[in-house]
Protein backbone atom coordinates (compact mmCIF):
# COMPACT_ATOMS: atom_id res chain seq x y z
CA UNK A 1 0.00 0.00 0.00
CA UNK A 2 1.00 3.45 -0.92
CA UNK A 3 0.44 6.64 1.03
CA UNK A 4 2.22 10.12 0.26
CA UNK A 5 3.41 11.23 3.92
CA UNK A 6 4.98 14.84 2.42
CA UNK A 7 5.80 15.74 -0.71
CA UNK A 8 8.88 13.40 -2.35
CA UNK A 9 8.38 11.19 0.92
CA UNK A 10 6.60 8.16 0.51
CA UNK A 11 5.08 5.06 2.75
CA UNK A 12 5.40 2.00 1.23
CA UNK A 13 3.67 -0.40 3.52
CA UNK A 14 3.63 -4.20 3.33
CA UNK A 15 0.78 -6.48 5.66
CA UNK A 16 2.22 -9.67 7.09
CA UNK A 17 -0.16 -12.15 7.69
CA UNK A 18 -2.53 -12.21 10.89
CA UNK A 19 -1.72 -16.26 10.44
CA UNK A 20 2.45 -16.12 11.13
CA UNK A 21 4.84 -15.47 13.85
CA UNK A 22 6.56 -12.43 14.16
CA UNK A 23 10.57 -13.72 14.99
CA UNK A 24 9.43 -16.91 14.77
CA UNK A 25 7.85 -17.12 17.97
CA UNK A 26 5.45 -13.96 18.73
CA UNK A 27 1.63 -14.37 17.73
CA UNK A 28 0.07 -11.37 15.86
CA UNK A 29 -3.31 -12.25 15.67
CA UNK A 30 -4.46 -8.79 13.93
CA UNK A 31 -1.20 -8.96 11.67
CA UNK A 32 1.72 -6.28 11.98
CA UNK A 33 2.70 -3.93 8.70
CA UNK A 34 6.28 -3.87 7.70
CA UNK A 35 6.93 -0.37 6.60
CA UNK A 36 9.18 1.07 4.22
CA UNK A 37 9.73 4.73 3.06
CA UNK A 38 11.06 6.20 -1.03
CA UNK A 39 12.51 9.52 -0.75
CA UNK A 40 12.81 11.28 -4.47
CA UNK A 41 14.99 13.85 -3.88
CA UNK A 42 16.45 15.78 -6.86
CA UNK A 43 19.67 13.94 -7.16
CA UNK A 44 18.98 10.59 -5.70
CA UNK A 45 16.36 8.45 -5.28
CA UNK A 46 16.61 6.67 -1.58
CA UNK A 47 14.88 3.47 -0.29
CA UNK A 48 14.35 3.72 3.75
CA UNK A 49 14.24 -0.33 4.37
CA UNK A 50 13.16 -3.05 2.42
CA UNK A 51 10.57 -5.94 3.06
CA UNK A 52 10.53 -9.66 3.90
CA UNK A 53 11.78 -12.54 1.56
CA UNK A 54 8.51 -13.32 -0.73
CA UNK A 55 7.64 -9.95 -0.70
CA UNK A 56 8.10 -6.58 -3.18
CA UNK A 57 7.37 -2.95 -3.34
CA UNK A 58 7.36 -3.02 -7.22
CA UNK A 59 3.73 -2.00 -7.44
CA UNK A 60 4.22 1.04 -5.06
CA UNK A 61 7.26 2.20 -6.55
CA UNK A 62 5.77 1.90 -10.04
CA UNK A 63 2.50 4.13 -9.05
CA UNK A 64 5.45 6.25 -8.19
CA UNK A 65 6.94 6.02 -11.90
CA UNK A 66 10.00 4.15 -10.17
CA UNK A 67 11.58 0.57 -10.53
CA UNK A 68 13.89 -1.09 -8.02
CA UNK A 69 16.80 -0.22 -11.19
CA UNK A 70 16.24 3.39 -10.51
CA UNK A 71 17.02 3.77 -6.72
CA UNK A 72 20.35 5.30 -6.18
CA UNK A 73 20.20 4.56 -2.49
CA UNK A 74 18.89 2.12 0.04
CA UNK A 75 19.29 3.00 3.68
CA UNK A 76 19.28 -0.26 6.45
CA UNK A 77 18.20 0.76 9.65
CA UNK A 78 18.18 -2.21 10.98
CA UNK A 79 18.96 -5.48 9.32
CA UNK A 80 16.46 -8.47 10.59
CA UNK A 81 15.04 -10.18 8.14
CA UNK A 82 11.49 -8.93 8.24
CA UNK A 83 13.59 -5.47 6.48
CA UNK A 84 15.85 -7.21 4.81
CA UNK A 85 15.08 -10.81 3.07
CA UNK A 86 14.28 -9.68 0.05
CA UNK A 87 17.60 -8.04 -0.79
CA UNK A 88 18.83 -10.71 -2.53
CA UNK A 89 16.64 -9.75 -5.49
CA UNK A 90 16.64 -5.70 -5.02
CA UNK A 91 20.89 -6.35 -5.47
CA UNK A 92 20.43 -8.69 -8.32
CA UNK A 93 18.04 -6.12 -10.25
CA UNK A 94 20.26 -2.79 -8.91
CA UNK A 95 23.92 -3.99 -8.11
CA UNK A 96 25.17 -0.70 -8.17
CA UNK A 97 22.64 1.02 -5.59
CA UNK A 98 24.70 2.24 -2.23
CA UNK A 99 23.79 1.21 1.24
CA UNK A 100 23.72 3.52 3.99
CA UNK A 101 24.23 1.41 7.13
CA UNK A 102 25.76 1.37 10.55
CA UNK A 103 29.64 -0.77 10.96
CA UNK A 104 28.07 -3.82 11.97
CA UNK A 105 25.06 -3.05 9.18
CA UNK A 106 27.30 -3.06 6.60
CA UNK A 107 29.44 -6.37 7.83
CA UNK A 108 25.71 -8.35 8.19
CA UNK A 109 24.84 -6.63 4.65
CA UNK A 110 27.99 -8.38 3.17
CA UNK A 111 27.74 -11.54 5.41
CA UNK A 112 24.15 -12.35 4.20
CA UNK A 113 23.88 -11.16 1.00
CA UNK A 114 27.17 -10.49 -0.72
CA UNK A 115 26.83 -6.70 -1.02
CA UNK A 116 29.99 -4.56 -0.65
CA UNK A 117 28.95 -1.21 -1.76
CA UNK A 118 28.18 -0.19 1.66
CA UNK A 119 28.92 3.33 3.04
CA UNK A 120 29.22 3.24 6.71
CA UNK A 121 27.75 6.07 8.75
CA UNK A 122 29.60 8.04 11.86
CA UNK A 123 26.56 9.68 13.90
CA UNK A 124 25.45 12.64 12.95
CA UNK A 125 26.61 12.72 9.44
CA UNK A 126 24.90 14.45 6.83
CA UNK A 127 23.77 13.10 2.87
CA UNK A 128 22.23 16.04 0.53
CA UNK A 129 20.08 13.90 -1.85
CA UNK A 130 18.34 17.28 -3.55
CA UNK A 131 16.60 20.15 -0.99
CA UNK A 132 16.52 16.99 1.06
CA UNK A 133 19.03 16.45 3.82
CA UNK A 134 19.55 12.88 5.51
CA UNK A 135 21.04 12.60 9.13
CA UNK A 136 21.87 9.09 10.70
CA UNK A 137 21.81 8.47 14.49
CA UNK A 138 23.21 5.35 15.61
CA UNK A 139 21.04 3.78 18.29
CA UNK A 140 22.19 0.19 18.68
CA UNK A 141 20.36 -1.74 20.80
CA UNK A 142 17.11 -0.89 20.03
CA UNK A 143 16.34 -3.26 19.16
CA UNK A 144 19.71 -5.04 17.71
CA UNK A 145 23.16 -3.22 17.91
CA UNK A 146 23.28 -2.43 14.26
CA UNK A 147 20.18 -0.08 14.31
CA UNK A 148 20.82 3.51 13.41
CA UNK A 149 17.60 6.09 12.92
CA UNK A 150 17.25 8.34 9.71
CA UNK A 151 15.97 11.77 10.06
CA UNK A 152 14.62 14.58 7.21
CA UNK A 153 16.02 17.62 8.81
CA UNK A 154 13.79 19.80 6.35
CA UNK A 155 10.60 18.08 7.70
CA UNK A 156 11.52 16.98 11.03
CA UNK A 157 10.19 13.39 10.43
CA UNK A 158 12.16 10.71 12.17
CA UNK A 159 12.60 7.31 10.59
CA UNK A 160 12.92 5.20 13.89
CA UNK A 161 13.34 1.92 12.33
CA UNK A 162 11.63 -0.69 14.89
CA UNK A 163 11.64 2.57 17.97
CA UNK A 164 7.73 3.28 18.22
CA UNK A 165 6.45 0.40 16.67
CA UNK A 166 3.42 -2.02 17.11
CA UNK A 167 1.79 -4.71 16.90
CA UNK A 168 -1.26 -4.80 14.17
CA UNK A 169 -2.70 -3.82 11.26
CA UNK A 170 -4.32 -0.65 10.69
CA UNK A 171 -6.40 0.34 8.10
CA UNK A 172 -5.52 3.86 9.06
CA UNK A 173 -2.13 5.05 8.21
CA UNK A 174 -2.22 8.32 10.93
CA UNK A 175 -2.81 8.28 14.13
CA UNK A 176 -5.27 11.47 13.79
CA UNK A 177 -6.99 9.36 11.56
CA UNK A 178 -7.15 6.06 13.85
CA UNK A 179 -11.08 5.18 14.65
CA UNK A 180 -12.40 4.39 17.98
CA UNK A 181 -11.52 0.40 17.68
CA UNK A 182 -8.00 1.16 16.20
CA UNK A 183 -7.09 2.87 19.33
CA UNK A 184 -8.62 -0.17 21.16
CA UNK A 185 -6.32 -2.17 19.74
CA UNK A 186 -3.09 0.09 19.08
CA UNK A 187 -3.08 0.34 23.18
CA UNK A 188 -1.93 -3.43 23.90
CA UNK A 189 -0.42 -4.14 20.50
CA UNK A 190 1.89 -1.21 21.48
CA UNK A 191 2.88 -2.61 24.90
CA UNK A 192 2.95 -6.44 23.77
CA UNK A 193 5.22 -5.55 21.22
CA UNK A 194 7.15 -3.02 23.31
CA UNK A 195 7.52 -6.35 25.83
CA UNK A 196 8.00 -9.02 23.44
CA UNK A 197 10.73 -7.15 21.27
CA UNK A 198 12.87 -4.43 23.12
CA UNK A 199 11.96 -5.00 27.06
CA UNK A 200 15.02 -6.27 27.42
CA UNK A 201 16.98 -3.40 25.67
CA UNK A 202 14.97 -0.68 28.10
CA UNK A 203 17.89 0.96 29.30
CA UNK A 204 19.31 1.59 25.53
CA UNK A 205 15.66 2.71 25.02
CA UNK A 206 16.04 5.78 27.27
CA UNK A 207 19.46 6.26 26.16
CA UNK A 208 18.30 6.74 22.76
CA UNK A 209 15.51 9.08 22.95
CA UNK A 210 17.42 11.20 25.27
CA UNK A 211 20.69 11.29 22.33
CA UNK A 212 17.68 12.64 20.14
CA UNK A 213 16.13 15.20 21.99
CA UNK A 214 17.86 18.13 20.21
CA UNK A 215 15.65 16.94 17.27
CA UNK A 216 12.91 19.06 16.28
CA UNK A 217 10.90 15.69 15.70
CA UNK A 218 6.80 17.06 13.69
CA UNK A 219 6.58 13.07 12.42
CA UNK A 220 8.00 9.46 13.33
CA UNK A 221 7.41 6.97 10.44
CA UNK A 222 8.45 3.86 12.39
CA UNK A 223 9.37 0.20 10.61
CA UNK A 224 5.95 -1.52 12.08
CA UNK A 225 2.37 0.40 13.04
CA UNK A 226 1.23 3.66 11.96
CA UNK A 227 3.03 6.85 11.17
CA UNK A 228 2.79 9.46 14.23
CA UNK A 229 1.89 13.29 12.65
CA UNK A 230 -0.09 15.17 14.80
CA UNK A 231 1.23 13.94 18.06
CA UNK A 232 5.15 12.10 17.65
CA UNK A 233 5.73 13.37 21.40
CA UNK A 234 2.41 10.89 22.51
CA UNK A 235 4.55 7.62 21.25
CA UNK A 236 7.80 8.51 22.74
CA UNK A 237 6.38 9.39 26.09
CA UNK A 238 4.40 6.08 26.08
CA UNK A 239 7.69 4.11 25.00
CA UNK A 240 9.40 6.20 27.84
CA UNK A 241 6.82 4.74 30.24
CA UNK A 242 7.24 0.97 28.93
CA UNK A 243 11.52 1.62 29.31
CA UNK A 244 10.83 2.39 32.58
CA UNK A 245 9.15 -0.52 33.80
CA UNK A 246 12.16 -1.90 34.12
CA UNK A 247 13.66 -0.63 36.56
CA UNK A 248 9.94 0.62 38.00
CA UNK A 249 8.33 2.58 38.73
CA UNK A 250 5.55 0.03 37.67
CA UNK A 251 1.39 0.27 37.74
CA UNK A 252 -0.60 -0.56 40.99
CA UNK A 253 -1.51 -3.64 39.24
CA UNK A 254 -1.24 -7.33 39.25
CA UNK A 255 -1.24 -10.42 36.48
CA UNK A 256 -2.93 -13.73 37.62
CA UNK A 257 -0.94 -16.17 35.66
CA UNK A 258 -3.12 -19.59 35.86
CA UNK A 259 -2.42 -22.33 34.41
CA UNK A 260 -4.68 -25.84 35.61
CA UNK A 261 -4.47 -29.40 34.52
CA UNK A 262 -8.20 -30.57 36.14
CA UNK A 263 -9.39 -27.38 37.52
CA UNK A 264 -7.81 -27.50 40.91
CA UNK A 265 -5.60 -24.94 40.89
CA UNK A 266 -7.77 -22.49 38.88
CA UNK A 267 -10.60 -22.89 41.32
CA UNK A 268 -9.02 -20.37 43.44
CA UNK A 269 -8.48 -17.28 40.95
CA UNK A 270 -11.68 -16.07 41.29
CA UNK A 271 -11.55 -15.35 45.25
CA UNK A 272 -8.32 -13.52 44.36
CA UNK A 273 -10.26 -11.47 41.49
CA UNK A 274 -12.53 -10.76 44.41
CA UNK A 275 -10.35 -9.90 47.05
CA UNK A 276 -8.01 -7.96 44.39
CA UNK A 277 -11.76 -5.88 43.26
CA UNK A 278 -12.62 -5.25 46.74
CA UNK A 279 -8.87 -3.80 47.38
CA UNK A 280 -9.26 -1.41 45.13
CA UNK A 281 -6.65 -3.28 42.80
CA UNK A 282 -6.92 -3.88 39.10
CA UNK A 283 -5.95 -7.24 38.14
CA UNK A 284 -5.13 -9.01 34.83
CA UNK A 285 -5.88 -12.63 34.25
CA UNK A 286 -3.31 -14.77 31.99
CA UNK A 287 -4.19 -18.60 31.08
CA UNK A 288 -1.28 -20.04 29.78
CA UNK A 289 -1.01 -21.75 27.77
CA UNK A 290 -4.62 -21.14 26.40
CA UNK A 291 -3.20 -17.11 26.22
CA UNK A 292 0.40 -17.92 25.57
CA UNK A 293 3.48 -16.23 27.20
CA UNK A 294 3.27 -13.00 24.83
CA UNK A 295 0.02 -11.55 26.38
CA UNK A 296 1.34 -12.71 29.50
CA UNK A 297 4.73 -10.66 29.43
CA UNK A 298 2.76 -7.74 28.06
CA UNK A 299 0.54 -7.87 31.53
CA UNK A 300 3.36 -8.60 33.29
CA UNK A 301 5.68 -5.90 32.12
CA UNK A 302 3.81 -2.77 33.29
CA UNK A 303 2.49 -4.98 36.58
CA UNK A 304 4.16 -4.64 40.37
CA UNK A 305 3.23 -7.85 41.22
CA UNK A 306 2.40 -11.31 39.59
CA UNK A 307 0.96 -14.80 41.01
CA UNK A 308 1.82 -17.94 39.08
CA UNK A 309 -0.82 -20.32 39.89
CA UNK A 310 0.16 -23.38 38.02
CA UNK A 311 0.38 -27.32 39.18
CA UNK A 312 3.15 -29.79 39.59
CA UNK A 313 3.65 -31.91 36.54
CA UNK A 314 5.72 -35.23 36.96
CA UNK A 315 7.71 -33.74 39.81
CA UNK A 316 8.27 -30.08 38.27
CA UNK A 317 6.35 -26.62 37.26
CA UNK A 318 3.62 -27.16 34.46
CA UNK A 319 5.91 -26.75 31.53
CA UNK A 320 3.80 -24.06 29.88
CA UNK A 321 4.56 -21.93 32.81
CA UNK A 322 8.05 -22.94 32.96
CA UNK A 323 8.11 -22.25 28.99
CA UNK A 324 6.58 -18.69 30.33
CA UNK A 325 9.29 -17.84 33.18
CA UNK A 326 11.79 -19.08 30.86
CA UNK A 327 10.72 -15.72 28.52
CA UNK A 328 10.09 -13.49 31.62
CA UNK A 329 14.00 -14.10 32.14
CA UNK A 330 15.04 -13.73 28.98
CA UNK A 331 13.12 -10.31 28.69
CA UNK A 332 14.51 -9.17 32.31
CA UNK A 333 11.25 -9.36 33.95
CA UNK A 334 13.02 -8.30 38.00
CA UNK A 335 12.20 -7.19 40.95
CA UNK A 336 8.69 -7.53 41.42
CA UNK A 337 6.61 -9.18 44.29
CA UNK A 338 5.17 -12.17 43.75
CA UNK A 339 3.76 -15.73 44.78
CA UNK A 340 3.00 -18.98 44.07
CA UNK A 341 0.12 -21.66 44.46
CA UNK A 342 -0.55 -24.90 42.74
CA UNK A 343 -2.17 -28.47 43.29
CA UNK A 344 -0.42 -32.12 43.08
CA UNK A 345 -0.67 -35.13 44.37
CA UNK A 346 1.77 -37.39 44.78
CA UNK A 347 5.17 -35.49 44.37
CA UNK A 348 5.25 -31.75 44.44
CA UNK A 349 7.57 -30.15 43.08
CA UNK A 350 6.21 -26.90 41.74
CA UNK A 351 7.35 -24.63 44.16
CA UNK A 352 11.02 -25.50 44.29
CA UNK A 353 11.21 -25.16 40.44
CA UNK A 354 9.04 -21.50 40.53
CA UNK A 355 11.99 -20.59 42.83
CA UNK A 356 14.60 -21.28 41.34
CA UNK A 357 13.32 -18.86 38.85
CA UNK A 358 11.98 -16.33 40.95
CA UNK A 359 15.80 -16.17 42.12
CA UNK A 360 17.01 -15.20 38.78
CA UNK A 361 14.62 -12.61 38.16
CA UNK A 362 15.32 -11.51 41.62
CA UNK A 363 11.80 -11.49 43.09
CA UNK A 364 10.24 -11.01 45.98
CA UNK A 365 8.53 -13.72 47.10
CA UNK A 366 5.56 -13.48 49.39
CA UNK A 367 4.46 -16.95 49.46
CA UNK A 368 5.51 -20.54 47.55
CA UNK A 369 3.54 -23.57 47.89
CA UNK A 370 1.80 -26.57 46.59
CA UNK A 371 -1.02 -28.48 48.11
CA UNK A 372 -2.45 -31.89 47.68
CA UNK A 373 -5.38 -32.13 45.52
CA UNK A 374 -8.11 -30.05 45.68
CA UNK A 375 -6.68 -28.27 48.45
CA UNK A 376 -8.02 -27.74 52.03
CA UNK A 377 -9.66 -24.85 54.23
CA UNK A 378 -6.58 -24.39 55.55
CA UNK A 379 -4.21 -24.17 51.88
CA UNK A 380 -7.17 -22.20 50.98
CA UNK A 381 -6.87 -19.77 54.21
CA UNK A 382 -3.07 -19.56 53.37
CA UNK A 383 -3.67 -18.22 49.44
CA UNK A 384 -6.13 -15.41 50.33
CA UNK A 385 -3.95 -14.55 53.33
CA UNK A 386 -0.57 -14.34 51.09
CA UNK A 387 -2.38 -12.70 48.34
CA UNK A 388 -3.94 -10.14 50.69
CA UNK A 389 0.21 -9.49 51.36
CA UNK A 390 0.99 -8.89 47.73
CA UNK A 391 -1.64 -6.49 47.37
CA UNK A 392 -0.11 -4.49 50.35
CA UNK A 393 2.97 -4.55 48.21
CA UNK A 394 1.51 -3.09 45.22
CA UNK A 395 -0.61 -0.47 47.07
CA UNK A 396 2.74 0.59 49.42
Known amino acids: MLSTIKDNVHLLRFEKSHDDLF ?35 DDDLARLGLRIEDLDVLILNHM ?3 H ?64 MMTYLKEDGILFSCDAFGAFGAYQSVYDDELTEREWALLKPETERYYANIVASFSSFVIRGIKSLSGLDIKTICPSHGIV ?60 IPDVGSSYALEKVWRSKAFVVAAPTYERALFPPMAHCLDWFVRKEVKDRAVM ?8 GGAAAEFKTYAEKMKLDVVDAFDFRGKGTEDDRKRIEDSFRALLAKVKA
Open 23 to 57: EGCWPINDGVSINSYCLTGSKKKVLIDYVESGASF
Open 228 to 287: WRKDPSYVVNWYLKLASYAEGPREDEVTILVSSMYGNTISYVQDLERIAKEAGVTTHTVR
Open 340 to 347: HFGSSLWS
Open 84 to 147: TGALSTLFARNPSIEVYATKLGATETETLYGHKNVHVITSGEELDIGGMTLVFYAAPNIHWPDT
Open 80 to 82: EPD
